[in-house]
C-alpha cells in the first residue's frame, strides 16, 4: 500500500514548473532558470545520486589535482559560506540565507530553522554540513520556495492558515484536521506564515516522516517505538 501522509522531497510540488528558482546572490540563470553547468537537474528537481567526495579531503586522482567538486558552480558559493574547518555550520547558514534574501525582508532568517535544517541532513551529528549535504538542502529549499511562492498569492511574503494547509496537501502529506490545526498554532505568527517559520514546518514534516516511515517495516501506517528511540527522533530536529 502507498505510504500515508509521506510528501514527496525534492521533485517538483504538483502544478509547480520543474525549474527552480536559485537564491538572489548565488551563481545561477536569471530567477526561475536552472543553475549553470551540471547540478544533477534543476535546483527543486530531484537530488543528485551519488555526488562528490565530501570537502575536505579523500580525493581521488593524483596530488595536487582539484577537487571533482571544484567545477560545480555551487562550489566557490560553499566554499565563501564554509569556516575553515570546510562545514556550515547554523550561524553561517543564518547569514548565507539572510544575504539571499530568502526571507524576503532585511530580516535575518530563524537561527532555530537553520539548527533544524541542518539536523535534518546531519548524518554524522556533527552539527555541521558538508559540500554535499549543503547543495541537498539548497535542492530542497528551493522546492519549498517555489511551493511557498504559489499560495503567497499577495507577494507579502506570509500565508495565511488555510494557504498553509493547501501546501501541505499539496506537499502529498495525508493528516488529520486536528494535527493541521496544531501545526498552524505551532508556526504562525499573528495569523500568517513567514517563510522561515514555512521551512521549519517543512523540514519537520519531512525529517518526522523519514523516521516513522523506515520504521513503519509493513507500511501499515503504525510503528511501536522504544522511548530513547522517540526521544531520539523528535528531539534531534
Known amino acids: 500500500m502507498a505510504y500515508p501522509g509521506y510528501g514527496g522531497y525534492g521533485g517538483p510540488m504538483p502544478g509547480m514548473p520543474a525549474q527552480a528558482m536559485p537564491p538572489q546572490g548565488m551563481p545561477g540563470g ?17 537530488p ?20 571533482p567538486a571544484a567545477n560545480d558552480p555551487m562550489w566557490g558559493y560553499f566554499t565563501a559560506i564554509a569556516g575553515q574547518d570546510g562545514e556550515v ?86 493528516v488529520s484536521p486536528q494535527a493541521l490545526n496544531a501545526i498552524i498554532k505551532r508556526y504562525n505568527k499573528g495569523g500568517r506564515i513567514f517563510f522561515d517559520d514555512y521551512v521549519a514546518c517543512c523540514v519537520k514534516l519531512r525529517a518526522l516522516t523519514d523516521n516513522f516511515r523506515r520504521r513503519d517495516t509493513m507500511q501499515q501506517g503504525s510503528v511501536t517505538f522504544q522511548y530513547d528511540d522517540f526521544i531520539l527522533c523528535t528531539m534531534a530536529i
Open 30 to 46: 536569471p530567477m526561475g532558470g536552472p543553475m549553470p553547468g551540471h547540478m544533477g537537474g534543476p535546483m527543486g528537481g530531484a
Open 48 to 67: 543528485p545520486q551519488g555526488g562528490y567526495a565530501p570537502y575536505g579531503g579523500g580525493y581521488p586522482g593524483t596530488y595536487g589535482a582539484p577537487p
Open 89 to 174: 555550520d547554523a550561524e553561517e547558514l543564518q547569514r548565507c540565507l539572510t544575504q539571499a534574501g530568502f526571507t524576503g525582508s532585511y530580516n535575518p532568517f530563524s537561527l532555530d530553522t537553520c539548527r533544524i535544517m541542518i539536523a535534518m541532513l546531519d548524518r554524522d551529528y556533527t552539527g555541521k554540513m558538508g559540500f554535499n549535504e549543503f547543495k541537498e538542502l539548497f535542492t530542497a529549499l528551493n522546492g519549498w520556495k517555489q511551493n511557498f511562492m504559489m499560495f503567497d498569492q499577495d507577494r507579502s511574503g506570509t500565508v495565511e492558515p488555510h494557504e498553509m494547509t493547501q501546501a501541505i496537501n499539496a506537499m502529498g502529506y495525508r
